[in-house]
């Protein structure tokens, strides 16, 4: 009999076959202690102990509409039953239709994807494409960002996870300063004012830099991971500026805030701005099988019609993909969900609100729809944070008490650093948003404790 028969195999011997054979990204391989998954079903997760988790980060904020919804799998059943690969020079019903439904919802004139098998490739793709076409080399992004784990999208973001890898990173990469009002780099007294002098500071990078050198400005359509750093009004719209003045292209990186996360289709449709070039990938499948894919501009499109276009991927436009990123399109249609993490967004923005009069140690809280995290603080007259970006072990004893009690309680979330992050997935109710603001609220307490 098959030892690969999951349902005869005990609990113990599968987290010993994981944590034995396997490796887990982003961390030490011994100690580990994985949460050992059984099910999961709508906004929760369950372990082979039968404990239950409020899924609050969608797990890596791309379950967007909730885990188990057994539409996604009858019609992947469905397109295998009719093809489940051809190479990607072929064409099928299911790649055209998602084609077509990626130009109808993306921002203005952005017409035509290459489809990838995830984020980083994406990027990856994006910026390849952007050289091609410019003929130029340089691109510039924000160091408090990220953009994927490869190479190329590595370098690309700021992340700190980057570092170990920058003596053999992409070159041509070069960083600007965000438009953390917060924490303004220029000590800015207005949100406006911190606006300004971070594109007045990207101008002035890119004057350095050469204006004929650089190829693309890339930037997400709502910051995620790097804590929600939310961009004050105008920026987007002043940056496009700015890149349509000196010929530079720009790319919009939704693959986390893109499908809704922050209400709308896409990040960016909050800025009134069309990219040349948007990337995508997360919330286009839920998840539930990989897939992504860069969408650009017609004219871009058109400049390889009489030239091959140099990227390729065995698994582009894999067509049982696509049949599960054009049923879940679906589904936040027919089900509303976008409107639902608007609306559940604002019940979020109320009620952490109301969290900030109980806990001192809540510094600030920034949200786009259900794309927000909270930033703990030592003192909130100084913002000495609870832990430091980039935190060493030693720096992160407090907030590990803090995520060890938000589990402890039932609740899987992503803390990193001073940052408790909320963007679960588009179909929580507000009982299930009060349940998992109570426990983010238990565990605050400890680091109110630390507060000055």
């Given at each position: 009999?098959?030892?690969?028969?999951?349902?005869?195999?005990?609990?113990?011997?599968?987290?010993?076959?994981?944590?034995?054979?396997?490796?887990?990204?982003?961390?030490?391989?011994?100690?580990?202690?994985?949460?050992?998954?059984?099910?999961?079903?709508?906004?929760?997760?369950?372990?082979?102990?039968?404990?239950?988790?409020?899924?609050?980060?969608?797990?890596?904020?791309?379950?967007?509409?909730?885990?188990?919804?057994?539409?996604v799998t009858d019609a992947v059943v469905k397109q295998m039953q009719e093809v489940s690969y051809v190479n990607p020079g072929m064409?099928?019903?299911?790649?055209?239709?998602?084609?077509?439904?990626?130009?109808?919802?993306?921002?203005?004139?952005?017409?035509?994807?290459?489809?990838?098998?995830?984020?980083?490739?994406?990027?990856?793709?994006?910026?390849?494409?952007?050289?091609?076409?410019?003929?130029?080399?340089?691109?510039?992004?924000?160091?408090?960002?990220?953009?994927?784990?490869?190479?190329?999208?590595?370098?690309?973001?700021?992340?700190?996870?980057?570092?170990?890898?920058?003596?053999?990173?992409?070159?041509?990469?070069?960083?600007?300063?965000?438009p953390y009002f917060y924490r303004c780099p220029w000590d800015s007294k207005t949100e406006e004012g911190c606006c300004d002098n971070?594109?007045?500071?990207?101008?002035?990078?890119?004057?350095?830099?050469?204006?004929?050198?650089?190829?693309?400005?890339?930037?997400?359509?709502?910051?995620?991971?790097?804590?929600?750093?939310?961009?004050?009004?105008?920026?987007?719209?002043?940056?496009?500026?700015?890149?349509?003045?000196?010929?530079?292209?720009?790319?919009?990186?939704?693959?986390?805030?893109?499908?809704?996360?922050?209400?709308?289709?896409?990040?960016?449709?909050?800025?009134?701005?069309?990219?040349?070039?948007?990337?995508?990938?997360?919330?286009?499948?839920?998840?539930?099988?990989?897939?992504?894919?860069?969408?650009?501009?017609?004219?871009?499109?058109?400049?390889?019609?009489?030239?091959?276009?140099?990227?390729?991927?065995?698994?582009?436009?894999?067509?049982?993909?696509?049949?599960?990123?054009?049923?879940?399109?679906?589904?936040?249609?027919?089900?509303?969900?976008?409107?639902?993490?608007?609306?559940?967004?604002?019940?979020?923005?109320?009620?952490?609100?109301?969290?900030?009069?109980?806990?001192?140690?809540?510094?600030?809280?920034?949200?786009?729809?259900?794309?927000?995290?909270?930033?703990?603080?030592?003192?909130?007259?100084?913002?000495?944070?609870?832990?430091?970006?980039?935190?060493?072990?030693?720096?992160?004893?407090?907030?590990?008490?803090v995520a060890a009690k938000i589990s402890e309680l039932g609740m899987y979330t992503f803390v990193r650093w001073n940052w408790i992050?909320?963007?679960?997935?588009?179909?929580?109710?507000?009982?299930?948003?009060?349940?998992?603001?109570?426990?983010?609220?238990?565990?605050?307490?400890?680091?109110?404790?630390?507060?000055?």
């Amino acid at each position: 009999m098959s030892t690969l028969t999951a349902s005869k195999t005990g609990k113990e011997e599968i987290l010993k076959n994981n944590l034995e054979h396997t490796i887990f990204s982003w961390s030490k391989q011994s100690g580990l202690n994985p949460i050992n998954a059984e099910h999961a079903k709508g906004v929760y997760v369950y372990d082979r102990s039968g404990k239950r988790y409020l899924d609050f980060t969608s797990q890596l904020m791309n379950v967007n509409i909730g885990h188990g919804d057994q539409r996604v799998t009858d019609a992947v059943v469905k397109q295998m039953q009719e093809v489940s690969y051809v190479n990607p020079g072929m064409a099928t019903e299911a790649r055209g239709l998602l084609g077509k439904k990626l130009a109808e919802i993306t921002p203005g004139t952005l017409n035509r994807t290459f489809f990838t098998n995830g984020g980083t490739e994406a990027i990856e793709h994006a910026i390849k494409t952007a050289r091609l076409v410019t003929g130029r080399h340089k691109i510039i992004t924000l160091y408090q960002s990220y953009h994927g784990a490869t190479y190329g999208a590595l370098s690309a973001g700021g992340d700190p996870r980057g570092i170990p890898h920058d003596s053999q990173g992409v070159p041509n990469i070069i960083h600007v300063e965000n438009p953390y009002f917060y924490r303004c780099p220029w000590d800015s007294k207005t949100e406006e004012g911190c606006c300004d002098n971070a594109v007045a500071h990207m101008e002035r990078i890119i004057k350095y830099e050469g204006v004929n050198s650089v190829a693309a400005i890339l930037m997400e359509g709502e910051s995620g991971s790097s804590g929600c750093i939310k961009y004050p009004k105008g920026y987007w719209k002043k940056v496009k500026a700015l890149a349509d003045k000196y010929g530079i292209l720009t790319i919009c990186d939704e693959v986390m805030s893109g499908f809704g996360r922050t209400g709308k289709w896409f990040g960016i449709d909050h800025h009134g701005v069309e990219p040349d070039m948007l990337c995508m990938a997360k919330g286009i499948t839920s998840g539930y099988i990989p897939l992504g894919g860069v969408i650009m501009s017609e004219k871009i499109a058109t400049h390889f019609n009489d030239k091959p276009l140099p990227i390729g991927l065995t698994y582009s436009a894999h067509a049982v993909a696509c049949a599960a990123a054009n049923e879940v399109i679906k589904i936040y249609e027919e089900d509303s969900l976008i409107e639902n993490a608007a609306n559940m967004g604002h019940y979020v923005d109320k009620q952490v609100e109301k969290l900030k009069d109980k806990h001192p140690s809540i510094g600030d809280f920034r949200n786009t729809g259900l794309l927000g995290c909270i930033e703990l603080v030592k003192n909130r007259k100084t913002k000495e944070p609870m832990a430091p970006w980039n935190a060493a072990p030693n720096e992160m004893e407090i907030m590990n008490k803090v995520a060890a009690k938000i589990s402890e309680l039932g609740m899987y979330t992503f803390v990193r650093w001073n940052w408790i992050f909320i963007a679960p997935p588009l179909i929580i109710t507000k009982d299930q948003i009060d349940e998992g603001l109570d426990i983010i609220s238990k565990a605050i307490s400890i680091a109110d404790g630390h507060c000055n």
